[in-house]
């Protein structure tokens, strides 16, 4: 288990150097992309360059992230929440419409996934390294096993509450009223 293999990049971006430390197809991101917005496949190296191009067409000084295209995860992941050191909901998130995107407020499905030790592993230990209380960790599949995409400081649990039937606002609730010594009487 690792991460995907990820970058930050300025322009102009060296193709040459990105295809040599990532390869294609590639994930474009953009820094301020939420919900599957500015996420982007370039299938291959002529579409990247084209991408970078249209990119420096529109704004000459931009910078955005290149991640590696982790095939087994295509149309699929898995959303962990965890607060306070805790996993408190995971989901399955699959596209319908056979898009590489899985997020749900673009039209994804999901279902509750029973946790396995590296999932759990994995979503406490990056939110741990990441100095986060409260965490959204998306894990994509890869060869039986899991890599991370991305750790969301501040993750949508909309979905999660939906799917999962889980409070997850409680549990968030809880964890403050505990962190800031709030025991539940009245002040």
Sequence with gaps: CSASKTMLVRSPVDVDYVE????????????????????????????????????EQINDRFNIILQE???DSYGKDVRIIVVGGKV????????????????ITRGGEAK???????MEYLALE?????GLD???VDLLYDNGGYKICEVNSNPGFEGMEMFTKKNIASEIVSF??????????DN
Excluded at 20 to 35: A, E, N, Y
Excluded at 88 to 103: L, V, Y
Excluded at 126 to 130: E, G, I, V
Aim: aromatic share 6%; net charge positive; glycine share 12%.
């Design 88 to 103: 408190i909901g995971a989901m399955k998130r699959e596209s319908i419409d056979g898009d590489f995107r899985a997020n």
């Design 176 to 185: 403050i009223k505990l962190k800031v010594g709030i025991n539940g009487q």
């Design 126 to 130: 990056s939110t741990k390294l990441l």
């Design 20 to 55: 040599k430390r990532i390869g294609f197809p590639i994930v474009v991101k953009s820094l301020s992309g939420t919900h599957g917005k500015g996420v982007y496949l370039a299938e291959n190296k002529k579409n990247f360059s084209q991408l970078m191009d249209m990119m």
């Design 69 to 71: 295209f982790v095939s």
């Design 134 to 136: 409260i965490g959204g």
């Design 112 to 118: 509750p996934v029973d946790i396995d030790e590296q």
